[in-house]
Structure formats: structure tokens, C-alpha cells
């Protein structure tokens, strides 16, 4: 009321200042009614031009690292020169404009050539194929567009001392299906074309260093197998959204712990919307989802002792091209401290390429398989470890002797008759006991033993071993081999059978982890360990507070229940085959300086037979475990094709053995954690 009041009274300066409110208010009023009816139409058009894209974008992996934290895959930063398509826009316009100008002064000059070549003005019809129309005009746009971007990367590769060319084919598909995201024109650059990049590109429209993450194998070749590969996978995992316009490139778990651990390593990806205009251009983004990064995945092996083990495989008799494989575990809890597959392969190819002529040498060789799980083989002498505990079981005396003849088809050694089959024997004929035979690995003396106590007890301590069964490893690299059952037995069977199963030829098929863990369950005193490959999980922000989730080491999968009496008579036996000259593992000891470390062990030679019984190759095996004393470690070595389990196997188990008392000492090991210079 006061300043109704004041109003009345007729005050000027009020009435002035409430004058102006009133027409402040309308000059409002107006501007929202000019917004909302009038300009309704323009605000309208403008947003239809406009639309969001949604783009994936991938979240970085989490590591594999070693028992001691050595990464051996982890990302790293990737540096490309991309060109900014939206910023170019301009000069796209400009040079398709000239090319249109140029087109119709050819054009017109054409058509004036036409006219005076007939003596008269062209129709209306006529004039038409003198005119662009508009597939000409969008074919000069493309050409247009192509040569502004060609030339600018040409000036990058100018400043960079690279030749470079854009593809045309490459960079149209771009531009019609993926316009609001970068065009990536050089990837992967050196720290030299970093810098030289950032002195120089100052002047060229369009350009910048995009950074990327990638994965990478330090170690190359280096339990690639165990480590495994990826392969290109942009879909959405579970959990995730489905649809988006566009998806960053993204990998995914193919083969080794990379597959089996894929839904840990890779984290949750994220997303962002990209605002465009109505040609596709991108005008502005916003991160609306962000990624979450995998977890990281820490394995019972020890790098050092990998390497190690690696390196001396590629003393077998083909070097690097060595096809075989090695396994070393923990005997007291089945921790696997090495797992080697040669020859090897080099996991970055997956991601960056591979280079000429290296997949053909993969797939001559096999080289992708692993070896250590993937590939059944024939176990030969050294299951007759399996054969004599069975028939120390079954009473045998290990101090009772038999006499092996002599092959009079072959001087020297000795044979045992089957019927009409003659079967050869290695060792020299003579007078053995149970310490003699397995040290001489004479078949004589198993077949006979063998045959005598039947095939079901040496089946059914096969079984205790679990032989023929997976271990269910999350790597899709395993095979369970094959091992008879007691139908089979109560079947066809005969004593060819039990004179073949006593020296480990058919029926019977294992992997060298198998072995593995059937050497560990000799030397811990009959416990069957599960092997374990991944000691944890673990997340990547330590400080996040979530629980890393364990894998507990030594689960018990089964037990022999064999007496100790039959276990110390067996362990004499495979010590007197690598510490007496005369044993067949003797070499084990000839390139290592492993004094004062006894080793029992056994070798093993295996026959490859043809459809028609004709040897084509064989298996070689070392399978061992030590010390003697109080076992902790079980060294299997397996080499196809070697000369003999005792020359080609048991000098590579011991190299591995003295990596492992050097582990042991805290030695570093002679060219142990030596990464790959380049990684491509």
C-alpha cells in the first residue's frame, strides 16, 4: 500500500522506476512469446538436424603376472596420429565448391563448343548433358574430401619421415559408417615420431595424437601357451548395454588363461554419447558410462624358472623348433612352478599382426598347441613306475631275481616270447632284480611281472591316479587322454594287451602334466593333488576394499593308499636310475652342477605305429621328482622325436633342476626376465 501511496502522491522518480519494471517485464514477455510461437519452427529444424551417437568404449584388461608380480600381459599406451574429420569440414566444403565451379566451367565451355559446331543454341533437352547433376555432384564431394585428407597425411608423413598414403576405399568406409569418430592414420608410433609430431603438426588442420591401450606381452614367446591369446571381440559382455552406434576396438580371451579368465580380465566397458549434426560431423561428447577395468590374475608360476625351463628345451636336438613340452610342480601342494610348449609363439601377432611367413611356421609346426595339456602320448618305460608299485602292492619281492635270455636275433639284448610274438628288449640280458629292471628299463622283466599279476591292479592304481580324466583346466587347451577301465578288460582283452600296457605303449595315452602329477603323487608319499595354475584374483585398486578371491593351494583330489615299504623300494630304483652309470637317467646329472641334489627319476621312449604297424616316429620322456630325501619338486620333460628319453630329455630336467636350487638360493638366473626389445 505504501507505494500505492507514494503513487498517488504523484512522485516522479517512482513513477519512472516503475515505468521501466513494466517494460522490462514486457520486453520479456515478448522475447518468450517470440520463442515459443514464432521461432518454434527454426528451434525445431535446428534440433532435427542434430542426433546423438553412443559409442563403446572398451576397458583395459587386467594384468597376468607371475607368483612374484611379473607381468606377463599387461597394457601399455598407443600412440596414433588420427584426423579429426569435423574439423576438416571446412576445407572439404571449399574444395568440393572449386571442384563443382571447375566441373560447370568445363561444362559451359563444352556446351559453347556444341553450339557452334551446329550453328544454333541448344535446347532444353540438349542442354541437360551439360550439367551436373547430382550423382556428379556427390562423386566430386568424395573426390573432394579424399584429397583434402590426402594431402594432409601426406604432409604427416612429411613431418614424420615416413612415407604414408590414405587408402581410399578405407577412409570413404569411414566416412559414410563411423563419421563422428577419429580416422586413425598411423598407429603405433615411436617415441622419435612423438616428438617429431609435436614440434611440426602445429600447422596442420585436422590432426592429433590419439592414445590408446593395448595389450602387450613382455615376454613374447614366454609361457605364451600358459598365458594364452586374444582375438578381436567389440560385442557387449553380460551386464553391459547392447546397442550403440559405434564400438571401440576391443579383444577377448581366445586360448590360454586369457580365455579362461576372460570375464575377470576385462572389466566393464563404458560408454559415451557424441553429439552430431545432420552430415554426421561431430560437434561435442559427453562420457555418460565409465569403464571399470578388469581384475588382475596372478599365476603359480615362478618367471624365472619359465624362462629357464624354456631356454633349456631349445637345447633339445631342434633348437627353438624343439617340438615338446615340460612341466614342473610343487609335489606337496601341486602348485605348476613352470608349464613350457615347444616350439613357442609370440602372442602380440594377435594384436598387431603377424609378420610374413611366421603363421605358416606356426601351422607347420603346430606350434599353437599346447603341448603340455593339448596333445595325448604315449607314456612308454616311464609307466612302468605305475606297473611296478602296482606289483609291489601285489607281494612282490623287490630283491627276487629272474633271468632275461638273450635275443639271438640281436646280440646283446634281451627278449621276451608272447605266443608267436617276439617282443625286443633294450637292456642286456641277465640276471635282474626290481632295482636293476627299472634302472635298465628292461621289458622283459615288466612284461613278465606285468602278466603274472594281471591288467585290473595296474588299471586300478592307474585310476588312483587319475590317467584318462581331465582336470578341468579353464584354458580350452586339455585333453584327458585315455586310460582302460575294467569293462574293457573283462572285454577283448588279451595278454599282448598287458604285455603292451606293462611298457606303456597302447592302451594307454597321457599329457605331461598328467605325468606331472603322477610323478608329484609318487614323491609326496601317495597324495593326489589337484594342479593348480592361478594362485588368486585380484583387484586393480588395492585401496578399492574388495576382496581378492583365492584359490587354495594343495586340494586333495585322491590318494594311492599304497604301503611306504612299496614307495622306498620304488624311489631306490628310480635313484639308481639317474646316480648309477649304468642307469638310463644318468645324463640327467651330465650338464647341470646340481651336486648334492639326488634325483629320482625315470626315462621313457615310446614307439609312433602306423595303420599297418610301422614306426613313423617315437616319444622321449624324463619323469622325475627330487630330492630324494623330501621330495618337493616333480620335473617332467617330454621331446618327440628325440633319440632317447636318457640323451635328449634327462639333460633338459637337468638344467631345469639346477634353475631351481639357483631359484631356491635367490641366484638370478642367467638371462632369466630378459624381455622381447621390440614388441610388435
Not at 551417437?53 to 611379473?70: L, Y
Not at 630304483?573 to 651330465?590: I, K, Q
Not at 622325436?641 to 639357483?662: D, V
Request: proline letters at 5%; aromatic letters at 8%; one cysteine or more.
Amino acid at each position: 500500500m505504501l507505494i500505492v501511496d507514494q503513487l498517488r502522491k504523484d512522485d516522479p522518480q517512482l513513477r519512472f522506476l516503475a515505468v521501466v519494471v513494466l517494460g522490462g517485464l514486457c520486453v520479456l514477455l515478448s522475447g518468450l512469446w517470440w520463442v515459443q510461437v514464432i521461432a518454434r519452427h527454426d528451434y525445431q529444424a535446428n534440433l532435427e538436424t542434430q542426433s546423438f551417437r553412443t559409442v563403446r568404449i572398451p576397458a583395459v584388461r587386467g594384468r597376468i603376472m607371475d607368483r612374484n608380480g611379473i607381468a606377463l600381459a599387461e597394457n601399455r599406451p598407443t600412440y596414433n596420429v588420427s584426423l579429426y574429420l569435423e574439423e576438416l569440414r571446412k576445407p572439404f566444403d571449399a574444395a568440393s565448391d572449386a571442384l563443382v565451379v571447375e566441373g560447370r566451367a568445363t561444362l559451359r565451355g563444352q556446351a559453347e563448343q556444341r553450339e557452334k559446331a551446329l550453328g544454333r543454341s541448344l535446347s532444353k533437352e540438349e542442354r541437360k548433358q551439360f550439367s551436373l547433376g547430382v550423382r556428379e555432384k556427390n562423386d566430386m564431394r568424395r573426390l573432394a574430401r579424399y584429397l583434402v585428407a590426402s594431402n594432409v597425411v601426406y604432409q604427416v608423413g612429411r613431418q614424420l619421415q615416413i612415407p604414408l598414403a590414405l587408402d581410399r576405399t578405407d577412409f570413404e568406409r569411414h566416412y559414410d559408417t563411423r563419421l563422428a569418430l577419429p580416422y586413425p592414420v598411423l598407429r603405433n608410433l615411436e617415441p622419435v615420431q612423438i616428438a617429431r609430431f609435436q614440434e611440426q603438426s602445429t600447422s596442420l588442420p585436422g590432426v592429433d595424437i590419439e592414445i590408446q591401450s593395448t595389450r602387450v606381452y613382455p615376454f613374447a614367446g614366454t609361457s605364451a601357451h600358459l598365458v594364452g591369446a586374444l582375438r578381436r571381440d567389440d560385442s557387449s559382455t553380460e551386464g553391459e548395454e547392447a546397442f550403440f552406434s559405434y564400438r571401440l576396438p576391443d579383444y577377448r580371451g581366445d586360448l590360454g588363461i586369457e580365455y579362461g579368465f576372460d570375464r575377470y580380465l576385462r572389466g566393464t566397458a563404458g560408454a559415451k554419447s557424441v553429439l552430431v549434426n545432420n552430415i554426421g560431423y561431430r560437434q561435442m561428447e559427453q562420457v555418460w558410462s565409465s569403464v571399470e577395468p578388469g581384475s588382475n590374475i596372478v599365476l603359480t608360476v615362478d618367471m624365472r624358472l619359465q624362462q629357464a625351463a624354456e631356454k633349456a628345451m631349445q637345447s633339445g636336438p631342434h633348437g627353438a623348433l624343439t617340438r615338446g613340452a615340460a612341466v614342473v610342480m610343487n609335489v606337496q601342494n601341486g602348485d605348476v612352478l613352470a608349464l613350457i610348449s615347444s616350439p613357442s609363439l609370440n602372442p602380440n601377432h594377435f594384436i598387431h599382426g603377424f609378420p610374413r611367413g611366421e603363421w605358416q611356421r606356426i601351422i607347420e609346426t603346430q606350434a599353437q598347441k599346447n603341448r603340455a595339456t593339448q596333445e595325448n602320448y604315449a607314456p612308454g618305460s616311464i609307466f612302468k613306475t605305475v606297473v611296478g608299485l602296482a606289483a609291489l602292492e601285489a607281494g612282490l619281492n623287490p630283491r627276487a631275481t629272474m633271468v632275461v635270455p638273450e635275443n639271438p636275433n640281436q646280440r646283446g639284448r634281451g627278449y621276451f616270447v608272447l605266443g608267436r610274438r617276439v617282443i625286443r628288449d633294450t637292456a642286456p640280458p641277465g640276471v635282474y632284480d626290481f632295482k636293476k629292471a627299472l634302472k635298465l628299463s628292461s621289458n622283459t622283466y615288466f612284461i613278465s611281472h606285468g602278466i603274472q599279476l594281471g591288467p585290473e591292479p595296474i588299471i586300478a592304481l592307474g585310476h588312483k591316479f587319475f590317467l584318462g580324466e581331465r582336470f578341468g583346466l579353464p584354458t580350452r587347451q586339455e585333453t584327458g587322454g585315455y586310460f582302460p577301465d575294467a569293462g574293457r578288460v573283462r572285454g577283448h582283452w588279451t595278454d599282448g594287451n598287458t604285455a603292451n600296457l606293462s611298457i606303456g605303449q597302447d592302451p594307454v595315452l597321457v599329457t605331461p602334466l598328467q605325468v606331472a602329477v603322477m610323478m608329484s603323487a609318487l614323491g609326496n608319499g601317495g597324495t593326489v593333488y589337484w594342479p593348480r595354475l592361478v594362485s588368486r584374483i585380484e583387484p586393480v585398486d588395492t585401496l578399492s576394499g574388495s576382496v581378492p578371491v583365492e584359490f587354495p593351494a594343495g586340494v586333495v583330489r585322491g590318494r594311492l593308499g599304497v604301503r611306504q615299504g612299496s614307495l622306498t623300494a620304488l624311489y631306490e630304483a628310480m635313484l639308481a636310475d639317474t646316480e648309477d652309470p649304468d642307469g638310463t637317467g644318468s645324463h640327467v646329472r651330465d650338464h647341470a652342477n646340481i651336486q648334492g641334489l639326488r634325483i629320482c627319476g625315470k626315462t621313457g621312449t615310446a614307439q609312433i605305429m602306423d595303420e599297418r604297424n610301422v614306426k613313423t616316429g617315437q616319444t622321449t620322456w624324463f619323469a622325475s621328482f627330487a630330492p630324494f630325501e623330501k621330495p618337493k619338486y616333480a620335473v617332467v620333460v617330454m621331446v618327440e622325436n628325440g633319440a632317447s628319453g636318457g640323451g635328449t630329455c634327462a639333460p633338459i630336467a637337468g638344467k631345469i633342476y639346477q634353475a631351481l636350487l639357483e631359484v631356491e638360493k635367490g641366484v638370478e638366473l642367467s638371462g632369466a626376465l630378459a624381455k622381447a626389445e621390440v614388441v610388435r
